[in-house]
């Protein structure tokens, strides 16, 4: 079993920066792969980036390479987004998530095992 909790959300204006954490309790968690999605109002759940297990690969979706990055700190047991150049159409909740199986669709929300509650970012134009 994993817990996972984000922060680092909140009010942002077009072009800043926010950096999303997500603390992970429970099993070592250089075990899993770790993700991020986001969901905004009427719409669906959409990828965002994930680390495979011990950092050996990294992806992003189109909409925010460049932009965004995904980190961990394993002996923090703490998975991070940091955003950068934030745009009105980034605004969500951003919720982090662990799959535990080794599943190759990272970028499908339904592969995951464990999710936290997210964290609301807004950006204002």
């Known amino acids: 079993q994993v817990q996972l909790v984000e922060s680092g959300g909140g009010l942002v204006q077009a072009g800043g920066s926010l950096r999303l954490s997500c603390a992970a309790s429970g099993r070592t968690f250089s075990s899993y792969t770790m993700g991020w999605f986001r969901q905004a109002p009427g719409k669906e759940r959409d990828f965002v980036a994930a680390?495979?297990?011990?950092?050996?690969?990294?992806y992003y979706a189109d909409s925010v390479k460049g932009r965004f990055t995904i980190s961990t700190d394993n002996a923090a047991n703490t998975v991070y987004l940091q955003m950068i150049s934030l745009q009105p159409g980034d605004t969500a909740v951003y919720c982090c998530?662990?799959?535990?199986?080794?599943?190759?669709?990272?970028?499908?929300?339904?592969?995951?095992?464990?999710w936290g509650q997210g964290t609301q970012v807004t950006v204002s134009s």
């Open positions: 998530a662990a799959e535990a199986h080794g599943s190759r669709n990272i970028g499908r929300w339904d592969i995951y095992d464990y």
């Open positions: 680390i495979i297990r011990g950092g050996s690969n990294i």
